[in-house]
């Protein structure tokens, strides 16, 4: 109890900056990992095919240890603006299985940006890999010693997103002078922590939240569950850390109303 009341303390009786600077120290212990630093991130292209107007790239962002595959869309008249997409599932958001552009890649590229879009983590998984499960010892489904040793699903897909992040930007042979994200198709909470741990890097942020938050969770096994979420905040909080990006949150939109925000005048 003391404990608690020491933290709703420091939550709500800081100047609003101290407050928000707790919540973002918060939020990088529960991901686990913060934006790579120069050099730290780098790309190996795999295949590169011409489409007419554009090019399409797949190839891998090595961040240490982490591997993150990845599908890169480049109008042949760019911007030098880069949308980091973030979508659960992957490039068919943008790439459909005849290999058409969907409406909002298609939008996106008549615009001149070029979009960056991650296969992030156990994509398609439906809950948290339970590591313990089947050993049949009496801590089988307890979260507490899962979250105590293994980063959650959640963490992975944002260090993922982080990881991309840092190798546009350090891009020398695509030099990006604005990055944008697109949070969608259940991958918005995951653009607004990014965007929140990024920090300046991120230049516009839209997403939709499909109504989402953290409290709502009665699983501990939910993809989107993240240990100490609902302490600091929620989403509402954590939207504000993303204030510098300049954010479109839409609690419901889909993907093509988060293309028309993010690229608005």
């Not at 407050?19 to 790579?36: C, N, S, V």
């Not at 695509?174 to 990024?198: F, M, P, Q, R, Y």
Request: glycine residues 10%; contains cysteine; charged residues 20%.
């Amino acid at each position: 109890d003391w404990f608690k009341k020491q933290t709703i303390k420091q939550l709500t009786d800081k100047p609003n900056e101290q407050g928000q600077e707790i919540i973002r120290t918060a939020w990088q212990i529960m991901i686990g990992g913060k934006l790579p630093n120069k050099g730290e991130s780098t790309y190996t292209l795999g295949t590169k095919d011409d489409h007419g107007d554009h090019f399409i790239l797949h190839g891998v962002t090595h961040c240490g240890h982490n591997d993150v595959n990845g599908a890169f869309i480049y109008p042949k008249t760019w911007n030098h603006s880069v949308v980091l997409w973030l979508s659960l599932k992957g490039e068919e958001s943008l790439i459909s299985k005849g290999g058409d552009l969907t409406a909002p890649a298609r939008k996106l590229l008549s615009e001149g940006y070029a979009i960056a879009c991650p296969e992030l983590y156990l994509q398609g998984a439906t809950k948290n890999p339970n590591v313990y499960a089947g050993r049949k010892q009496s801590y089988e489904g307890f979260a507490g010693y899962h979250y105590g040793y293994n980063p959650s699903l959640f963490a992975e897909r944002v260090r993922d997103a982080l990881s991309f992040i840092a190798m546009i930007r350090d891009n020398e042979h695509h030099e990006t002078k604005h990055l944008l994200i697109a949070g969608v198709e259940g991958a918005g909470i995951i653009a607004a922590a990014t965007t929140a741990l990024a920090g300046t890097s991120v230049d516009r942020l839209a997403l939709d939240t499909e109504g989402f938050r953290f409290a709502k969770l009665n699983d501990v096994w939910d993809v989107n569950f993240v240990p100490g979420a609902v302490k600091y905040g929620d989403v509402p909080w954590l939207l504000q850390l993303c204030e510098s990006a300049k954010p479109s949150v839409l609690e419901v939109g889909g993907a093509e109303a988060v293309v028309s925000a993010l690229i608005k005048p």
